[in-house]
Each structure stands twice: as structure tokens, then as C-alpha cells.
């Protein structure tokens, strides 16, 4: 990664830090660790139905308490669309909008627009302005798009297009998917 990206990266991830609760980049990383670390002990000590039962023995319920816990496998979607709907409720809060313009051009597509526009003015003579035109029609986007990536050419080119929103939820979809292709995972607990 360039220097100038690494930095800006962690400055990001310093003020999201920062906004989830922490003083500062580390004191986030540590509370994301503790939290994960909690998530991890709770599920290993239940990997298997036996694991469940030892740690249900374990807990002291008052016996006029037990029909909560006897509710809860019965309840649990209600109660997990009741938590995703709180956590939803306070996201679209504190959250920034997904933008609800025009779809981002693609990081790859934003060298290409630049290719093919360079190429028909320099190249064949087409004039600029018809050149931006045939290539927002060509990678069906508008003009002014077309246009901010022309001005911008010089950083897109020096540093790199600049990746969209679109590539990240992209990129996380082909990892689903490539999950999905490979199987549910067995994990067998320790003996």
C-alpha cells in the first residue's frame, strides 16, 4: 500500500475508533478484542449440546425464572429481529446514508472511461466534449460523472481510481458467495 493511502486509512480507522467509544485507534482495537474475545468463550463453551447442559447446570435461575429461559429457543427469532431492528433503529441514526444517487461507477471502470476518452480525442480526433459524451453513454453514466473524472484525472491516475461503496458490498457479496460454494464449515470441538 502507497504511504499517502496507509495514511489515510489509519486516519479513518483512528476517528472511527473514536466515534464507536474509544480515546484513541488502540483503546478501539482493544474494546472490538475484549467484545470478540467474550463472543468466542461464550460459543466455545457451548460447541455441543453436553457443553450447553454443563453450562445451564451451572447458571443459578430461580425456579419461578426458569419458564424465561425455557421461552427463549422457542422466542430466539423474535427475539434476534427485535435485537436487528434496535440495531437498525440506532444505525440509521448515527450511521451515514448509503447514497441514493445514480449507482457509482466501479473503481476499474474509472481507468477505463479515462482510457477511452483519451483515446478517441488524442487518438482518433473526436472532440472532448463528445468524447466524455460516448464514453458516460458507453459505461452508462452521466456526463457530469464523466466529467469529474476527467478534472480528476491526474490524482485517479497518480494514486489510483477511487474505490465506491459499490465494490465494497461487491467484494463482500463474492465472499458469501464463495462461502456458500465451499460448504457450511465443521469445526469439531476439542477433546
Request: positive net charge; proline residues 6%; hydrophobic residues 40%.
Amino acid at each position: 500500500m502507497r504511504p499517502e493511502a496507509r495514511d489515510k486509512f489509519l486516519k479513518s480507522a483512528d476517528a472511527l475508533a473514536k466515534e464507536l467509544g474509544g480515546d484513541s485507534f488502540q483503546d478501539g482495537i482493544v474494546l472490538a478484542r475484549k467484545l470478540l474475545k467474550k463472543l468466542t468463550e461464550m460459543f466455545d463453551s457451548i460447541q455441543t449440546p453436553e457443553m450447553l447442559a454443563q453450562r445451564l447446570d451451572e447458571m443459578e435461575i430461580a425456579p419461578e425464572n426458569e419458564w424465561l429461559m425455557l421461552a427463549i429457543p422457542g422466542f430466539s427469532p423474535q427475539i434476534l429481529r427485535w435485537i436487528l431492528a434496535s440495531l437498525n433503529r440506532t444505525a440509521e441514526k448515527t450511521l451515514p446514508q448509503v447514497p441514493s444517487r445514480r449507482p457509482a461507477v466501479a473503481a476499474n471502470d474509472q481507468l477505463k472511461i479515462l482510457r477511452f476518452i483519451n483515446e478517441l480525442h488524442f487518438d482518433h480526433g473526436v472532440e472532448l466534449e463528445k468524447a466524455k459524451d460516448r464514453a458516460a453513454r458507453r459505461f452508462g453514466c452521466g456526463v457530469r460523472t464523466v466529467e469529474r473524472y476527467w478534472r480528476e484525472r491526474k490524482e485517479i491516475l497518480a494514486n489510483g481510481p477511487k474505490p465506491q461503496f459499490a465494490d465494497l458490498m461487491e467484494g463482500i457479496k463474492a465472499d458469501i458467495e464463495a462461502d456458500n460454494r465451499s460448504g457450511p464449515s465443521r469445526t469439531t470441538p476439542a477433546a
